[in-house]
Nanobody, 115 residues
């Protein structure tokens, strides 16, 4: 069983920065991809950024140039560095892990950006 634990969320003013972390524990076999999703109130859960096992990254257009996804393989930890935050970035951010057999979600961490 794989568990994902996000941390680093909080409240920040527009223009500020936050760094989210997602620690993966358990038996991780056949990792394919890790990603960050977010869900604002009343909206669907959308992809923010992803990184494949080979290190290829992909970003939503709305965050490209402001957010950076990275992974520490030794620590089994995924990161999301968020700079130049905007009020519209306010959402619950979820960590997501895909293996060859299953997909896993974290419990989410709240990010609130005030203008």
């Amino acid at each position: 069983q794989v568990r994902l634990a996000e941390s680093g969320g909080g409240s920040v003013q527009a223009g500020g920065s936050l760094r989210l972390s997602c620690a993966a524990s358990g038996s991780i076999s056949g990792l394919r991809l890790m990603a960050w999703y977010r869900q604002a109130p009343g909206k669907q859960r959308d992809l923010v950024a992803s990184i494949t096992a080979g290190g290829f990254t992909n970003y939503a257009e709305s965050v490209r140039g402001r957010f950076t996804i990275s992974r520490d393989n030794a620590k089994n930890t995924l990161y999301l560095q968020m700079n130049s935050l905007k009020a519209e970035d306010t959402a619950v951010f979820y960590c997501y892990l895909v293996t060859w057999g299953q997909n896993y979600w974290g419990q989410g961490t709240q990010v609130t950006v005030s203008s």
